[in-house]
């Protein structure tokens, strides 16, 4: 049997996993993706059925890797530099941590800010609106008071007049008059 990839088996073991899901979107993409791949690689059912077979009977070993001093030195420098790296990360991850704490604490202000101008907001409208029922009523009253006076004073006159004793005026003198009396005859 030819050497068989680990990766290989991953993927196919991910994908038949994939089919046998219950939802029928995530199995039917699995499905297409695994007739592609067999497909692609000139596998046919049976082949598979045979890889399946001997894959049961002796399972491949992972290879391992056999340490060495150059081996050995350059997994002490990746694990220096992932030391490096992950330490870098915590720096940053701190950082990030004390700017949303600075921006939650600047978010708490600001809401509670906004909180006080919409209550002074509120209480000078309701200011505004007594001021300036206040003042249409006193308008209105002034109106009201400007109307009676005048109705008032028109008929105090005419009481006045009604009941006061007028200069009587001689109207015979405007029969006789002297432009009548000229006259030729």
Do not use: C, W
């Not at 497909?39 to 045979?50: I, M």
């Not at 941590?97 to 002074?120: G, I, K, N, P, Y």
């Amino acid at each position: 049997m030819s050497e068989i990839d680990m990766k290989e088996i991953k993927i196919l073991s991910d994908i038949l996993a994939l089919v046998l899901e219950e939802e029928d979107g995530q199995s039917h993409a699995a499905l297409t993706a695994l007739k592609t791949r067999a497909r692609k690689n000139g596998t046919t059912g049976g082949a598979l059925k045979n890889l399946f077979a001997n894959i049961a009977i002796d399972p491949p070993k992972p290879t391992r890797r056999r340490s060495s001093a150059g081996n050995k030195a350059d997994l002490d420098e990746e694990n220096a530099n992932l030391r490096r790296h992950v330490q870098l990360l915590t720096s940053n991850l701190q950082t990030l941590d004390v700017r949303l704490r600075t921006a939650e604490a600047q978010s708490l202000a600001l809401q509670r800010e906004m909180f006080q101008v919409r209550q002074s907001h509120a209480e000078i409208g309701a200011l505004l609106e007594i001021e300036t029922q206040g003042r249409s009523r006193s308008m209105m009253m002034v109106y009201i008071a400007l109307f009676a006076g005048i109705v008032l004073g028109v008929a105090v006159a005419q009481l006045y007049h009604a009941f006061s004793f007028a200069p009587v005026i001689d109207r015979a003198s405007y029969l006789n008059e002297p432009y009548n009396n000229a006259r030729p005859s």
